[in-house]
């Protein structure tokens, strides 16, 4: 077969990469792009093959999360499946990662999409719209590593389009909003300028919101099944793994299944409920919880139709969830390094890597 018939730097194979690859020998380089039970699809230079993870592999992983996802870089044993399937001996350090509390479980992670550079954060404007499970998604996709973008999908079924973008404005701080719709040629034409060579968009959302519509408007023909919206004006679900597909010279995107459930393991609150934030900063207390504490300015904003109520109790839900409560933003964070760095000996290396990152962005 010949080599390189895979353009693997607009699979999103970077530098970076590459050079963690070097480090092992006899493996090659390849992305998964999909994942039934055991099985894996990964894609190399020489075309897509079946590949499963290895002995020593299970014997070493200690979480769920730690197995292949789909948007990992994997190495493997070979760059085609004519011999066999390949095996996956170890999973190269993820850019970015989307996760979520597994559905039903207190404890396992589930990893939703791994390298992302973009994450489509889709909800149809009908009825299916709905702002307390945007802020979650929010939360969580800040915390991925990957910018998070709202697409609002099926606005030719919404007919108060102008009080929804408000409302939508009104949480998604500092988070571009776009609004698409299928039924024409020019009506998702606004996600094209996030497509490019090397990068990966994932696309998340609820059933049935339209996101392999969208995918498949944008590769021109249809890969993905989709069914049209139901009687009480909602999407069937569709699809029903992960699935990373291919843009010609325009990178990659992942389609994902519908979310019933998005539990919150991690989430960034801080930019996600950045208006709390700069109104805590005018708070009497420094640890104020915005409940009963005199002079709180959270409070005072709900009380002045400045702030949704619903708003701050969604912050506190989220931080409940996600391990944070009783902790303001600046304790929020530093929890978050020590947890990051744990493994690195904590707070003084993490200070260390923070500086040498800073320097290189310098140069």
């Known amino acids: 077969m010949k080599l390189n018939t895979i353009d693997m730097n607009n699979l999103g194979l970077t530098e970076e990469f590459i050079q ?36 020593k592999f299970h014997y070493r992983v200690k979480d769920f999360s730690e197995y292949p996802a789909v948007g990992d870089f994997v190495m493997v044993d070979r760059t085609d499946d004519s011999q066999g399937n390949g095996i996956i001996h170890c999973t190269l350090a993820r850019r970015s990662v ?21 994450v489509f954060i889709c909800m149809s404007l009908n009825n299916d719209f709905n702002l307390r499970r945007l802020e979650r998604y929010l939360a969580i996709a800040w915390d991925s590593g ?23 404005a009104a ?69 029903t793994r992960r699935e990373l597909i291919i843009l010609p010279n325009r990178g990659v995107v992942i389609d994902t299944p519908g979310m019933r459930e998005l539990g919150v393991i991690r989430a960034d609150l801080s930019k996600s409920f950045s208006d709390i934030d700069e109104l805590a900063a005018s708070c009497r207390f420094n640890d104020c919880t915005h409940k ?62 923070i500086k040498e990152q800073g320097r290189k962005k310098r140069r």
């Not at 910018?147 to 102008?162: A, R, W």
């Not at 606004?190 to 609820?206: E, M, P, Q, V």
Request: aromatic share 6%; charged share 25%.
């Open 20 to 55: 963690e690859a070097k480090s092992y020998k006899d493996l090659f380089i390849g992305r998964v792009t999909s994942q039934y039970k055991n099985l894996y699809k990964v894609m190399t230079e020489n075309g897509e093959m079946t590949a499963e993870v290895s002995g």
């Open 98 to 118: 989307f996760v979520r509390k597994s559905a039903g479980s207190k404890e396992d992670i589930q990893v939703v999409a791994a390298n992302i550079d973009t």
């Open 146 to 168: 990957a910018i998070p973008v709202i697409v609002l999908t099926k606005s030719d079924l919404c007919k108060d389009l102008e009080t929804k973008l408000n409302e939508v």
């Open 171 to 239: 949480i998604a701080l500092g988070v571009e909003v776009l609004v698409t719709t299928s039924t024409s040629d020019e009506g998702y034409q606004s996600l094209n300028r996030f497509l490019s060579n090397g990068k990966t968009i994932a696309f998340i959302g609820s059933s049935g919101v339209g996101k392999s519509t969208l995918i498949n408007c944008l590769l021109g023909q249809e890969v993905l099944d989709t069914n049209g919206i139901r009687n009480d004006d909602k999407g069937r679900h569709t699809t």
């Open 292 to 353: 009963n504490e005199p002079n709180c300015a959270v409070q005072q904003a709900i009380k002045d139709g400045r702030l949704p109520a619903e708003r701050l109790e969604s912050y506190w839900k989220l931080k409940k969830e996600s391990k944070y409560e009783g902790l303001n933003s600046k304790m929020i964070e530093k929890e978050k390094i020590s947890e990051m760095f744990s493994g690195m000996g904590g707070m003084k290396n993490a200070r260390k890597y």
